[in-house]
Nanobody
Framework: QVQLVESGGDLVQPGGSLRLSCTAS????????MTWFRQAPGKGPEWVSD????????RYADSVKGRFTISRDNTGMTAYLQMNSLKPDDTAIYYC?????WGQGTQVTVSS
């Protein structure tokens, strides 16, 4: 059974940092692209970033470029999203996906 479990979301002040984790089980993480999406209240899903199987291909949405860093540990079956210089507009539920399966999401709230 494939499972993706996100964690690390929290309430943080503007300018703060968080590190999200996405732990996978039930499939071979090392052969899959991993993607982070987010959905803000009242808005549709937004693609944030993705990373290729060997971390060679990495892409970011313009809205997070320079502030977020995606990475992965294939041995540890985990993908990460380091988020720095957080803004209120980053408030959303963050989901990870291998483009077939999705996690349940983790809430990130940026507010003073």
């Amino acid at each position: 059974q494939v499972q993706l479990v996100e964690s690390g979301g929290d309430l943080v002040q503007p300018g703060g940092s968080l590190r999200l984790s996405c732990t996978a089980s039930g499939f071979t993480l090392s052969i899959h692209y991993m993607t982070w999406f987010r959905q803000a209240p009242g808005k549709g899903p937004e693609w944030v970033s993705d990373i290729g199987p060997q971390s060679i291909s990495i892409r970011y949405a313009d809205s997070v470029k320079g502030r977020f860093t995606i990475s992965r540990d294939n041995t540890g079956m985990t993908a990460y999203l380091q988020m720095n210089s957080l803004k209120p507009d980053d408030t959303a539920i963050y989901y990870c996906s291998d483009n077939t399966y999705w996690g349940q999401g983790t809430q990130v709230t940026v507010s003073s």
